[in-house]
């Protein structure tokens, strides 16, 4: 059994901050459990470009409100709380963040905690064996 507080992971290499966003890793592929899990906040006033073409991802906002767009149709999605959204087509998406938006994700496969968005948005496929326990 595992079991964490948020407050344990700020300032520790759990805690990735890129500016327009801060996510802080429950789980990661180390875990070995086959996704891991984030709490994410989009920043106020800023808009993030992301694609996941490596990745599933399912994201849950239970605070703050923005604008979901998928790039490749135009369509546009009201971010409120309970608002779950999936990105199963590796879509394309921008994310504008009207207010902070606290979320919760999951991706599939588990990221390591190292990968940075590329110029597309987009993670590279790291793969990294769970620690022995």
């Known amino acids: 059994m595992k079991v964490i507080t948020l407050s344990d992971l700020d300032n520790t290499e759990y805690d990735v901050d890129h500016g327009n966003w801060r996510s802080r890793r429950f789980v990661l592929a180390k875990d070995g459990v086959g996704f891991s899990f984030h709490h994410t906040i989009l920043r106020a006033g800023t808009t993030t470009e992301m694609w996941y073409a490596n990745h599933i991802e399912c994201v849950f906002v239970y605070q703050g409100r923005g604008t ?63 620690a022995s326990a």
Do not use: Q, S
């Open 68 to 130: 979901l767009v998928n790039r490749d149709t135009g369509e546009k999605f009201a971010l409120e709380p309970g608002v779950m959204y999936l990105l199963d087509e590796h879509d394309k998406h921008t994310v504008i963040a009207d207010e902070d938006i606290h979320c919760t994700c999951t991706f599939n496969p588990p990221v390591t905690g190292r990968e940075v968005h590329d110029e597309n948005g987009v993670y590279p496929l790291i793969v990294e064996e769970a």
